[in-house]
């Protein structure tokens, strides 16, 4: 166990301390977005196959709706996000970058939005298999970023026992505080939740991890937690990327997931707070997952703060209604460390997207990229202890092979911190993408 | 918003960055060597100061000179060349030649840089190489020392210094012993120990009061100078601690087994150019290590070959060539340094 452990603050060796920025939205309670006149729903929004879409151009949907249903194990359904006629299915520009099919619905104006319900649970007398189903048809993936299908996680895989499940509230990139107020807003659903997760795994114990900086959150919570020690809060501290599912399994227990390894090979279920929350709240009226709670934060806004978007919801309309007052900008889906650059206005939101990030050209000048000095500032920040100085001279000579064999690249979980230290602005992450991508295509041609 | 569509820029992830540039530290590290250049000159006077001006623009009127001829854009913008102008005038004798010292800078630049293709992409320190040149060609002038605390020091420059290119530099003893204040024995403290047996005051050294090349006398001096670059993160402490540690061990060693023929370990870590190099010539990011490990096994193996060399060499230039030495070894034990990588399997590696 690390020499950090002995002062008794629960953290992991390495990471980064980036400036916060989340001072512009975490004291403010979450509001609701009105209703775009039309939005976007991307059939792939997550891992595995995309939905199939049941509904047809020219039809009625309701809000609530299942409008496509999942195909295979890995896929979940989607459900209409608002009421109103669905305008057709067309190839639409996507947070990941690429072009595919989404269900286009143009709202109906006059309509009340009221999501319907399916029939009451009483979760309590349901089976394991039951719950694992149930998830499953509320569509939900991980909204904390990872967009994996939550029933796939709940289902633990052959062999292996899961006897505790972290619930992940760390949040550690900046500008970020949707789990922030989900923690401190829905505290009840967050906690059945937790119990639905607990039971689906079969784990006896669980522990919500917050970073130090969430004092807040731990004196919400703390009054809810039962007493007999099955469910406890553990704050962990402030650093990045503390909410990357290994850091915080060793920031809380001391264990580490293996490299290439799930969390269920050291006995562990890692779900993000957002995600039960939403269980939580969807599972007893049978509703499936049509909106989440989004940070609109960044420069040049008039109205940023943490707002319940539904899904599909163009970037045009929120930079429209939180008053975007700029000419220029990145608009960024995701964190600063982790997320993507969106290419058009006309990109929805999907279930993955927790933040919309506006940074102006102040943030975005781009400075030469220098010939690396070996300084080692990106070994000292590497959580995963790889050698990304070494990694960025050999993709820089294409020898991506060499990455993959001899330096691990596959164990990099893409966290940024070494191209946030490089004082030679080498875009090292980029790189690894890069080699990763060449990598998986020179496997798939050798047979 | 605006009626009009706002431009979109395009990057990857990160999308913001706190690091210092390349330029910052090396701004930085200038910024440290100034005190222990200011500190030489007032040991040594106008014609250290000489040596630094004079050293320093043949490094980057050389640099700029190969990034024409590579048809590059020009590099001094970023200091390094500046760096090595300084460090190399600092481990030279005050009344070296200036012409040497051109020559010195020329070759550190040319052969220990812009031959292996620039910044970031030297295998030794290119100060180094430059000092090894010049050791190897003039091996007189640059083993005539001169006393510190001059009394003219300010208004004359030091014989030798002002001596013509491809002369031989007129003798300084005559000056030395016309200057010199009481007690100069013309000889630096390493010197006396190995070749007259004489050990000079700790106290002494680690004050600054003693002969040496212009930028070694304080020890005090170059770890407060240290100490800023360490607080500012930009000088990585773990190379010098193992070099002191790796000297510290391998002198104590010796000095237990015979006290009255080695000298102590005190002594070896605060004479010669120890000091400044394990603060300012092995941290240098190029040359030197970046895993953990490695870091420690060079540092440490620095230390070791410096105490060897004096002891049993011919020379006292034993950091020098312990540094090189070092450098020259850095590839091979990075190699079997790789961190080991979280998460990583006991059975698979």
Same mark, same amino acid.
């Given at each position: 166990?690390?020499?950090?452990?002995?002062?008794?603050?629960?953290?992991?060796?390495?990471?980064?301390?980036?400036?916060?920025?989340?001072?512009?939205?975490?004291?403010?309670?979450?509001?609701?977005?009105?209703?775009?006149?039309?939005?976007?729903?991307?059939?792939?929004?997550?891992?595995?196959?995309?939905?199939?879409?049941?509904?047809?151009?020219?039809?009625?949907?309701?809000?609530?709706?299942?409008?496509?249903?999942?195909?295979?194990?890995?896929?979940?359904?989607?459900?209409?996000?608002?009421?109103?006629?669905?305008?057709?299915?067309?190839?639409?520009?996507?947070?990941?970058?690429?072009?595919?099919?989404?269900?286009?619905?143009?709202?109906?104006?006059?309509?009340?939005?009221?999501?319907?319900?399916?029939?009451?649970?009483?979760?309590?007398?349901?089976?394991?298999?039951?719950?694992?189903?149930?998830?499953?048809?509320?569509?939900?993936?991980?909204?904390?970023?990872?967009?994996?299908?939550?029933?796939?996680?709940?289902?633990?895989?052959?062999?292996?026992?899961?006897?505790?499940?972290?619930?992940?509230?760390?949040?550690?990139?900046?500008?970020?505080?949707?789990?922030?107020?989900?923690?401190?807003?829905?505290?009840?659903?967050?906690?059945?939740?937790? /119990?639905?997760?607990?039971?689906?795994?079969?784990?006896?114990?669980?522990?919500?991890?917050?970073?130090?900086?969430?004092?807040?959150?731990?004196?919400?919570?703390?009054?809810?937690?039962?007493?007999?020690?099955?469910?406890?809060?553990?704050?962990?501290?402030?650093?990045?990327?503390?909410?990357?599912?290994?850091?915080?399994?060793?920031?809380?227990?001391?264990?580490?997931?293996?490299?290439?390894?799930?969390?269920?090979?050291?006995?562990?279920?890692?779900?993000?707070?957002?995600?039960?929350?939403?269980?939580?709240?969807?599972?007893?009226?049978?509703?499936?997952?049509?909106?989440?709670?989004?940070?609109?934060?960044?420069?040049?806004?008039?109205?940023?703060?943490?707002?319940?978007?539904?899904?599909?919801?163009?970037?045009?309309?929120?930079?429209?209604?939180?008053?975007?007052?700029?000419?220029?900008?990145?608009?960024?889906?995701?964190?600063?460390?982790?997320?993507?650059?969106?290419?058009?206005?006309?990109?929805?939101?999907?279930?993955?997207?927790?933040?919309?990030?506006?940074?102006?050209?102040?943030?975005?000048?781009?400075?030469?990229?220098?010939?690396?000095?070996?300084?080692?500032?990106?070994?000292?920040?590497?959580?995963?202890?790889?050698?990304?100085?070494?990694?960025?001279?050999?993709?820089?000579?294409?020898?991506?092979?060499?990455?993959?064999?001899?330096?691990?690249?596959?164990?990099?979980?893409?966290?940024?911190?070494?191209?946030?230290?490089?004082?030679?602005?080498?875009?090292?992450?980029?790189?690894?993408?890069?080699?990763?991508?060449?990598? /998986?295509? /020179?496997?798939?041609?050798?047979? | 918003?605006?009626?009009?569509?706002?431009?979109?820029?395009?990057?990857?992830?990160?999308?913001?960055?706190?690091?210092?540039?390349?330029?910052?530290?090396?701004?930085?590290?200038?910024?440290?060597?100034?005190?222990?250049?200011?500190?030489?000159?007032?040991?040594?006077?106008?014609?250290?100061?000489?040596?630094?001006?004079?050293?320093?623009?043949?490094?980057?009127?050389?640099?700029?000179?190969?990034?024409?001829?590579?048809?590059?854009?020009?590099?001094?913008?970023?200091?390094?060349?500046?760096?090595?102008?300084?460090?190399?005038?600092?481990?030279?004798?005050?009344?070296?030649?200036?012409?040497?010292?051109?020559?010195?800078?020329?070759?550190?630049?040319?052969?220990?840089?812009?031959?292996?293709?620039?910044?970031?992409?030297?295998?030794?320190?290119?100060?180094?190489?430059?000092?090894?040149?010049?050791?190897?060609?003039?091996?007189?002038?640059?083993?005539?020392?001169?006393?510190?605390?001059?009394?003219?020091?300010?208004?004359?420059?030091?014989?030798?210094?002002?001596?013509?290119?491809?002369?031989?530099?007129?003798?300084?003893?005559?000056?030395?012993?016309?200057?010199?204040?009481?007690?100069?024995?013309?000889?630096?403290?390493?010197?006396?120990?190995?070749?007259?047996?004489?050990?000079?005051?700790?106290?002494?050294?680690?004050?600054?009061?003693?002969?040496?090349?212009?930028?070694?006398?304080?020890?005090?001096?170059?770890?407060?100078?240290?100490?800023?670059?360490?607080?500012?993160?930009?000088?990585?402490?773990?190379?010098?601690?193992?070099?002191?540690?790796?000297?510290?061990?391998?002198?104590?060693?010796?000095?237990?087994?015979?006290?009255?023929?080695?000298?102590?370990?005190?002594?070896?870590?605060?004479?010669?150019?120890?000091?400044?190099?394990?603060?300012?010539?092995?941290?240098?990011?190029?040359?030197?290590?970046?895993?953990?490990?490695?870091?420690?096994?060079?540092?440490?193996?620095?230390?070791?070959?410096?105490?060897?060399?004096?002891?049993?060499?011919?020379?006292?230039?034993?950091?020098?060539?312990?540094?090189?030495?070092?450098?020259?070894?850095?590839?091979?034990?990075?190699?079997?340094?790789?961190?080991?990588?979280?998460?990583?399997?006991?059975?698979?590696?």
């Amino acid at each position: 166990m690390s020499l950090l452990k002995l002062f008794g603050r629960k953290t992991f060796p390495k990471g980064i301390h980036p400036a916060e920025y989340k001072e512009q939205t975490s004291a403010k309670p979450t509001r609701r977005l009105p209703f775009a006149p039309q939005v976007i729903v991307p059939l792939s929004q997550n891992i595995g196959k995309p939905s199939i879409a049941i509904v047809h151009k020219g039809q009625s949907v309701e809000r609530g709706e299942v409008i496509a249903v999942a195909d295979g194990p890995l896929s979940v359904p989607l459900h209409a996000p608002v009421t109103g006629t669905v305008k057709g299915i067309e190839l639409m520009q996507t947070p990941s970058g690429a072009k595919k099919d989404c269900i286009i619905i143009d709202t109906q104006p006059s309509s009340s939005q009221i999501p319907i319900r399916g029939e009451e649970r009483d979760i309590a007398s349901m089976s394991r298999e039951e719950l694992i189903q149930a998830v499953k048809d509320t569509g939900m993936v991980g909204l904390g970023g990872g967009s994996f299908p939550t029933h796939f996680k709940m289902t633990v895989p052959e062999g292996k026992q899961v006897h505790t499940v972290i619930v992940n509230g760390c949040e550690c990139e900046p500008f970020m505080t949707t789990d922030h107020r989900v923690m401190l807003e829905n505290v009840k659903n967050l906690i059945l939740g937790i /119990r639905i997760a607990m039971k689906c795994v079969d784990a006896g114990k669980a522990i919500i991890g917050v970073e130090d900086n969430k004092p807040d959150v731990l004196a919400a919570i703390k009054p809810h937690l039962p007493q007999d020690g099955s469910l406890t809060i553990e704050a962990v501290e402030t650093k990045y990327p503390q909410g990357a599912e290994k850091m915080l399994a060793y920031s809380l227990l001391g264990v580490e997931i293996p490299a290439g390894g799930l969390p269920a090979d050291v006995g562990l279920a890692v779900f993000n707070v957002a995600t039960l929350a939403e269980i939580g709240r969807l599972l007893p009226h049978s509703q499936g997952l049509i909106e989440r709670v989004i940070t609109i934060t960044g420069d040049d806004l008039e109205k940023p703060g943490n707002y319940i978007v539904p899904i599909g919801t163009p970037l045009r309309y929120i930079l429209q209604y939180a008053n975007f007052t700029g000419e220029q900008a990145e608009l960024i889906l995701g964190g600063p460390m982790m997320g993507t650059a969106a290419a058009s206005l006309d990109t929805p939101v999907t279930k993955g997207t927790g933040t919309v990030l506006v940074l102006d050209q102040r943030a975005t000048k781009n400075d030469d990229i220098l010939p690396c000095i070996k300084c080692s500032k990106c070994l000292q920040a590497c959580p995963i202890n790889l050698n990304p100085c070494e990694l960025g001279q050999l993709a820089a000579k294409r020898r991506y092979d060499v990455m993959e064999e001899q330096y691990h690249l596959n164990a990099c979980f893409e966290c940024g911190c070494c191209s946030y230290v490089c004082p030679s602005n080498i875009p090292l992450v980029q790189y690894f993408r890069i080699a990763k991508v060449l990598n /998986r295509e /020179r496997h798939l041609n050798n047979g | 918003m605006a009626e009009k569509s706002p431009k979109i820029d395009i990057r990857t992830s990160p999308y913001i960055r706190r690091a210092p540039t390349v330029t910052e530290i090396m701004r930085h590290v200038v910024y440290a060597l100034l005190p222990i250049c200011a500190y030489s000159i007032y040991q040594f006077g106008i014609s250290a100061l000489a040596s630094m001006i004079i050293t320093t623009s043949a490094c980057v009127a050389t640099e700029h000179f190969f990034c024409r001829m590579a048809e590059k854009r020009s590099t001094i913008g970023d200091y390094s060349a500046v760096i090595t102008g300084l460090l190399l005038a600092l481990t030279l004798p005050p009344g070296f030649p200036l012409w040497m010292g051109v020559v010195g800078g020329f070759v550190s630049i040319a052969l220990g840089k812009a031959l292996f293709g620039g910044l970031g992409f030297n295998v030794f320190n290119p100060a180094l190489v430059g000092r090894a040149f010049v050791q190897a060609a003039f091996p007189v002038a640059i083993t005539t020392w001169t006393p510190a605390f001059a009394e003219n020091r300010f208004s004359e420059f030091i014989p030798s210094t002002l001596a013509f290119p491809f002369m031989t530099a007129e003798p300084t003893a005559d000056w030395t012993l016309n200057t010199a204040i009481d007690g100069f024995t013309g000889a630096t403290p390493l010197a006396l120990m190995k070749f007259q047996g004489i050990m000079t005051d700790a106290q002494d050294l680690f004050l600054g009061t003693v002969a040496g090349s212009a930028g070694e006398p304080s020890s005090l001096l170059i770890l407060l100078c240290g100490a800023y670059l360490i607080y500012k993160k930009m000088l990585d402490w773990r190379i010098t601690a193992a070099v002191i540690f790796g000297t510290f061990i391998t002198a104590e060693i010796f000095y237990l087994m015979d006290p009255s023929k080695y000298p102590s370990a005190s002594f070896m870590i605060f004479s010669g150019g120890l000091m400044f190099a394990a603060v300012f010539m092995t941290t240098d990011m190029v040359s030197s290590p970046v895993t953990p490990l490695g870091i420690f096994i060079i540092g440490f193996l620095i230390g070791f070959m410096t105490v060897i060399i004096r002891l049993f060499g011919a020379l006292t230039e034993a950091v020098m060539y312990a540094i090189l030495f070092g450098n020259a070894a850095t590839p091979i034990i990075e190699s079997f340094t790789q961190p080991r990588i979280f998460g990583a399997r006991k059975d698979k590696d």
